[in-house]
């Protein structure tokens, strides 16, 4: 099932289940997804690897507002935040473990034929996009080319 329908599935589910904080989020993310396929041509349908990357910038926003919100004693809006990260983390494919992104760097740097972090990290990006976070990507890639 394609994100789009799976979201309009679980919607109908949220609302007969009166659940607030899903209802809210999955409206949101639905909107962001809106905003996003607005920016493409009309003949170019987003694929599923693009609205990955929409659901992946609203739970980087979502972290970054919950961060903020604990530093100025707000832990109820932080609560509030991490409570929706955790409804779009159910529209993420399951992430790679740091054990898993090494694995994966290691393979990446045998068929690159080099330890040039600027390749490397390149390449490892563009495969990991969505299954792994960017910063663990990053710091793995430093690691392993170091």
């Known amino acids: 099932m394609d994100l789009k329908t799976q979201l309009n599935e679980d919607l109908k589910t949220a609302l007969r289940a009166k659940d607030e ?36 910038k609203q739970i980087k926003q979502r972290r970054e507002a919950a961060e903020l919100y604990a530093q ?17 983390e159910t529209y993420m494919p399951k992430q790679l473990t740091r054990e898993e992104v090494a694995a994966e760097v290691s393979a990446i740097i045998a068929a690159l034929g080099t330890r040039e972090f ?29």
């Open 118 to 146: 600027p390749k490397v990290m390149r390449q490892a990006a563009a495969t990991l996009k969505g299954r792994a976070d960017g910063k663990l990507v990053n710091e793995v890639v430093k690691e392993l080319t170091a």
């Open 21 to 56: 904080n899903r209802v809210g989020t999955i409206r949101l993310l639905k909107d962001a997804i809106a905003k996003f396929e607005l920016t493409r041509p009309a003949d170019k349908p987003a694929s599923e690897a693009e609205l990955i990357g929409v659901v992946e």
């Open 72 to 88: 100025g004693n707000r832990p109820e809006l932080a609560a509030q935040e991490r409570a929706e990260i955790a409804v779009l």
